[in-house]
């Protein structure tokens, strides 16, 4: 296990090596290496999922194959667990990130005509090397380790972007690179400032996310065992008699009462310290969602980038910003979370909903109407997330992994009406589907589960999201009601790129080389056919998935839970969607909220 | 040296035991006399490098052998040379620095200045070096100068026409100027205190329990510290003292810039440092009094200097002088570490410093070696444009310049991450502290929160125009010149620097042995100071 999961980072950044130093003026040399080494991670993918869903992997709500040493380290004798450490490990919210990238690179890779321009090593370098920085990303237990993939995800893409785009690929290059540059160095302040207020400043910084997360967990609880101190202390003051004993029980009493006090102002400052890094982490995070104020680098990159890197950027890499909003921003803030997620990031997520449908709407051409539909189907990922609630949370995740799935596989598409046609203008094409049969099947299929038909996949998570969302009440409600106008929207877009491209009378454009098209070829069939399979079972056969995700959200949702009702004082909202988990998450009967009000009765 | 005898110890015995430890500077002193003498019979390039380069290299042996390394006990002086930890390291930067300067230089100018050009680098390397090792002031302001008159030399002969002429002259007034201030606050500190000895005159500036005070002190105190910050700002490019940098720069040749850009710069960044006092191991209050003055000081300094130099540096198109006004961001920088001080515990500002001075050092000497590299191959560069294609025509070339440029931006695994890294912890560290124990008022939170966004904010500014250069590297065409020659010893050394850039960024253990750990490595808690957040559960085993 532990292996795997190092391999899954090594093999990639190895074979990176490998094509820089061997592959230089040979591309079919480079290609085999690329997609060796590509479908390597993925069988190694799939062997992780089946392990893990074989139960032979950890237990659910820890890490499974978890290795941790320590880099940046000093000489000095420092205590061995703190610093920056390389911490990986693998969980239920990152196994189906994992499938992601190791299913879509090789993907994207296979599907690449071997006449494409990106067959050059230097691309397929840079490819290899991304995707061995995203697994490190989406498999980090440490926080600096994890803004250190995040970050240095940033270089291939500027160089493949600027490189192999198209003609603004310039300045989709650098926009990419300086928006993903300023936002994450906020979240480095952030990640620097959870550290020191969680992890102890005396002793040194603590990195390691899941010792924060029970510190946060720990700071959150009522300090009764400290109260309790106190007042044993003073009975205790109270019913002794002789002098020395009456001595030694007030400096007790005082020592009891000073700890109090400290935890209390620790307390009352890290509840306001909250709010800062909350903004700050999520600085970082969103432009790499993007959420809505800071997506302007996205339909520029996803248009410039070569198609190849589009299908990751889009189906991969835009789950990183979603997962360190689950792994970090929701478990180590949460008094902020609940305070500040669904109204600041519930409403952009919204907006970004509504946003992007509109302007898919807007657009004639392919790849932007693709590029404006991922910003409106990760506001569904987002408003899941946000929701805080078990089913919120995981009907987040599975969007996720649904978005990655079908985006995907519309970007497949995408690239190969690329290999066949010059230009992805939607008006050129029509009536396809009689000549293009395979194709068409396969269209038509990934846009009903894009729009979100029951049966499909995509139908589940947004199901769940805005289930979690409704659960949550009072404005989450007003958004989960716009946010369903998404859907709407999505529906429109969607089934008027289909109308217009593949029903009608036929018009086909010439191909590049002016020959005639041909429909999907055996190697294209495959890829498709499993992307579909994938499609329907997660549709129609999802409680195992959310079985396994629900484990480890459940986990995140019970400490926002009682940050909730530390805060609100009210209860966690009955969870409606909890019939649908019911198979899945055995634990989910048992922690209901026990005994809500505290103070503040200010709440609904 | 005399007057050092009369200032410091009691017997001559026991001086000299106090400088043996700086034996490697005075024997590069002789060499570099020696050199200077052989110049006089003989101008011949690999004779004169080999001998300098030896030298240089056999003076960090030497550094790094215990036995010039002086017992530290406490802050007591022991004599006008100090060999703590701060110096140890600054010492082998500076030599290694030295060595890089010979190595680059080695095909570059003319041929007929080349032993005194050698002898000069010497002399300055060992000025620099004798510099963050000064323990009194008129050994500070020796070696100070021990710096600056080489430079001045060193400018005059890499670039002799007329732009070079006004660019030496430009440095030449304006550092004479600079040390007579400096001078001026030294004669205030001694003025107040009576003694030369910096352990000293810190002591008694910071006592408030000088009984009873004279109403001057304070008053007094606040100029001397200001104008010995502004001699001092001069050699460090600290706005607003920073303004002579780009014309000269772009004045003098890649080789002077190189020059100035590093070995004045060590230097002053460490006199700051023992002059505040962050290299005493005390703490708990001693200082404190001094240090509040100086710590609000270079917390303006430090924010004025990097968005200044960052935000012009945007509008460069010059590279020399683009790297002036990059060099004084960086320099704002590390004034951070100055301004957070001592208040955090101990030497987590000192670290956080000297991490970023190597990394700095690491990453301007690389990029003007491969600067210098690129002139003598016969391309030309004096603008970004130039740097066009470079990538493919050169590709060694290309890709350290892009490792040192990622440095400088402060991607992951460089020393610029690292160095950033370390910076913004200290200040979130000192801000955060402050609002737990009250010591201060929460204003103190919010400056030194606002000054690690001000890091953060700078970073992404400084992105821009380092993208810039990355961009015209690799993605755009530019014209290929058949390379006349192939000047191997700058592009090693634009390589050793690419190699110390990444070492750093990886074990920054490597580099502050001696004076504390990195700052996420912990901290000796302020005695009487319980952290109440230590009390959390943190040695339970994870995830369950």
């Known amino acids: 296990m532990k292996e795997a999961l190092l391999a899954l980072i090594a093999i990639p950044l190895f074979g990176a090596l490998l094509t820089v130093f061997t592959a230089r003026h040979c591309r079919n040399r480079a290609r085999t290496i690329a997609l060796t080494a590509t479908i390597m991670t993925l069988a190694i993918s799939v062997w992780l999922v089946a392990v893990d869903f074989c139960g032979w992997g950890g237990q659910p709500g820890s890490y499974a194959g978890e290795t941790r040493f320590l880099i940046l380290g000093t000489g000095g004798p420092v205590d061995p667990l ?66 250190l993939f995040f970050e240095l995800t940033l270089i291939p893409l500027y160089f493949m972007v600027g490189g192999w785009g198209g003609g603004l690929r310039i300045e989709a290059a650098t926009k990419l690179f300086l928006y993903g540059l300023t936002g994450s160095l906020f979240t480095l302040g952030g990640i620097v400032g959870v550290s020191l207020a969680l992890g102890g400043m005396d002793k040194g910084c603590d990195f390691s996310i899941p010792r924060l997360v029970l510190v946060a967990q720990d700071r959150g609880k009522p300090m009764e065992a400290s109260m309790e101190r106190v007042a044993k202390a003073k009975s205790e003051m109270e019913k002794t008699m002789s002098d020395r004993e009456k001595d030694a029980a007030r400096a007790r009493f005082d020592e009891a009462e000073h700890d109090l006090f400290q935890k209390r102002k620790v307390e009352a400052q890290w509840f306001n310290w909250q709010t800062t890094l909350f903004l700050m982490l999520m600085a970082g995070l969103a432009v790499k969602i993007p959420i809505i104020p800071v997506h302007f680098w996205q339909p520029l990159a996803y248009r410039e980038a070569p198609i190849a890197l589009t299908v990751v950027l889009s189906a991969a890499l835009a789950k990183l910003g979603l997962f360190g909003v689950v792994r970090i921003v929701l478990p180590l803030l949460p008094d902020a979370s609940v305070r500040l997620a669904t109204p600041v990031l519930g409403t952009l997520a919204t907006i970004g909903i509504l946003y992007g449908g509109l302007a898919a709407l807007g657009t004639s051409n392919l790849r932007s109407m693709l590029a404006f539909s991922s910003i409106s189907h990760l506001g569904f990922c987002l408003l899941g997330l946000v929701s805080l609630n078990e089913t919120g949370l995981t009907g987040g995740v599975l969007q996720m992994i649904n978005h990655g799935i079908t985006t995907g596989g519309l970007w497949l598409l995408a690239l190969i009406l690329l290999e066949r046609f010059p230009s992805l203008e939607i008006h050129t094409f029509s009536g396809m589907g009689k000549r293009f049969k395979a194709m068409g099947v396969v269209a038509v299929l990934l846009v009903l589960s894009s729009v979100g038909l029951p049966g499909l996949n995509n139908f589940v998570g947004e199901a769940l999201s805005l289930l979690g969302m409704f659960a949550q009440g009072g404005e989450g409600r007003q958004l989960a009601v716009l946010a369903t106008l998404g859907l709407i929207l999505g529906a429109w877009y969607m089934l008027n790129f289909l109308l217009r491209t593949f029903y009608g009378d036929e018009r086909i454009p010439a191909t590049v080389q002016g020959r ?58 009955e969870n409606i969607g909890s019939m649908v988990l019911t198979h899945g998450s055995p634990k989910s009967g048992t922690n209901q909220p026990s005994a809500p009000q505290t103070q503040k009765g200010g709440a609904r | 040296m005399d007057m050092d005898l009369t200032l410091s110890s009691s017997s001559p015995s026991d001086f000299l035991a106090s400088v043996a430890p700086g034996f490697p500077e005075f024997f590069l002193l002789a060499l570099g006399s020696l050199v200077f003498l052989g110049g006089t019979f ?16 056999t003076a960090l042996a030497l550094a790094l052998r215990p036995i010039f390394h002086s017992p530290m006990e406490g802050n007591a002086y022991h004599g006008p040379l100090v060999y703590d930890g701060l110096s140890q390291t600054l010492r082998l930067l500076t030599f290694l620095c030295g060595a890089g300067l010979v190595l680059m230089g080695w095909e570059e100018g003319d041929s007929t200045h080349i032993a005194e050009r050698n ?83 810190l002591a008694i500036l910071s006592q408030s329990s000088l009984n009873p005070v004279p109403e001057a002190v304070p008053t007094a105190r606040l100029v001397g510290l200001v104008m010995v910050v502004a001699g001092l700002g001069f050699k460090v490019t600290a706005v607003p003292f920073h303004f002579y940098a780009p014309d000269v720069y772009q004045g003098t040749s890649h080789f002077g810039a190189s020059v100035l850009s590093t070995l004045p710069k060590i230097a002053g960044f460490a006199a700051l440092a023992r002059l505040t006092g962050l290299t005493f191991e005390t703490n708990g209050g001693v200082f404190l009094p001094f240090e509040s003055q100086s710590s609000y000081l270079f917390w303006i300094l430090a924010s004025v200097t990097m968005t200044l130099g960052n935000v012009i540096a945007l509008w460069q198109t010059n590279l020399r002088r683009l790297f002036a006004y990059s060099g004084i961001a960086h320099a704002g920088y590390m004034l951070v570490a100055l301004s957070v001080g001592k208040e955090v515990g101990a030497t987590g500002a000192l670290a956080a410093l000297v991490v970023y001075l190597w990394a700095y050092v690491a990453m301007t000497l690389g990029v003007f070696a491969i600067f210098i590299y690129l002139d003598k191959k016969g391309k030309h560069v004096e603008k970004v444009e130039h740097l066009n294609g ?42 955060l502290e ?21 890091i953060l904010v700078n970073a992404a500014i400084a992105g821009w125009y380092y993208l810039r250069m990355i961009g ?44 504390g750990e990195v700052p996420w490595h912990g901290i000796k808690s302020k005695a009487g100071m319980a952290n109440p957040m230590d009390k959390s559960p943190m040695e339970k085993p994870p995830g369950h």
Not at chain 2, 479 to 485: I, M
Request: proline share 5%.
């Open chain 1, 82 to 147: 703190r610093g920056i450490s390389f911490h990986i490990g693998l969980d239920g919210i990152s196994l189906g990130m994992i499938f992601l990238t190791g299913f879509l690179f090789p993907a994207a890779l296979f599907l690449t005509g071997k006449a494409s321009p990106l067959n050059d090593w230097g691309f397929l370098a840079w490819f290899q090397a991304l995707q061995g920085l995203t697994f490190g990303a989406f498999l980090s237990l440490d926080l600096v380790l994890f803004y």
């Open chain 1, 516 to 573: 005639i098209p041909t429909d999907l070829t055996g190697c294209e069939k495959m890829v498709f056919t499993s992307i579909l399979a994938l499609c329907f079972l997660l549709g129609l056969y999802p409680q195992p998935a959310l079985k396994r995700i629900s484990a480890d959200t459940h986990l995140v949702a019970r400490e926002l839970g009682e940050a909730r009702r530390r805060q609100m004082g009210n209860p966690i909202p």
């Open chain 2, 42 to 57: 003989r101008q011949d390039r690999p004779l004169w490098g080999w001998i300098s380069f030896f030298g240089l290299v």
């Open chain 2, 119 to 201: 002898g000069l680098i010497l002399f300055a390397t060992a000025g620099a070096s004798l510099c963050v090792a000064a323990n009194d002031l008129a050994t500070l302001f020796l070696s100070l100068e021990l710096v600056s008159i080489p430079t001045y030399l060193i400018l005059f002969l890499t670039r002799g026409d007329k732009f070079g002429r006004e660019s030496t002259l430009k440095y030449f007034l304006l550092s004479i100027f600079s040390s007579a201030m400096m001078l001026f606050g030294f004669s205030y500190l001694y003025g107040i205190t009576g003694s030369l000895q910096i352990p000293e005159i």
């Open chain 2, 390 to 431: 470079l990538a493919k025509t050169d590709p060694v070339a290309g890709g350290i310049m892009v490792v040192l440029l990622m440095s400088l931006i402060g991607l992951p695994l460089t020393a610029g991450f690292i160095g950033k890294l370390a910076l913004v912890q200290c200040a979130l560290r000192r801000g």
């Open chain 2, 434 to 454: 402050s609002a737990i124990t009250e010591a201060h008022p929460n204003s103190e939170l919010r400056l030194f929160f606002g000054l690690s966004i001000m």
């Open chain 2, 472 to 515: 015209a590297l690799y993605l755009r065409k530019g014209k290929d010149t058949h390379p006349s020659n192939r000047p191997v010893a700058a592009l090693v050394t634009g390589f050793v620097c690419v190699v110390v850039t990444v070492a750093v960024g990886i074990l920054p253990g490597l580099v502050t042995r001696g004076i």
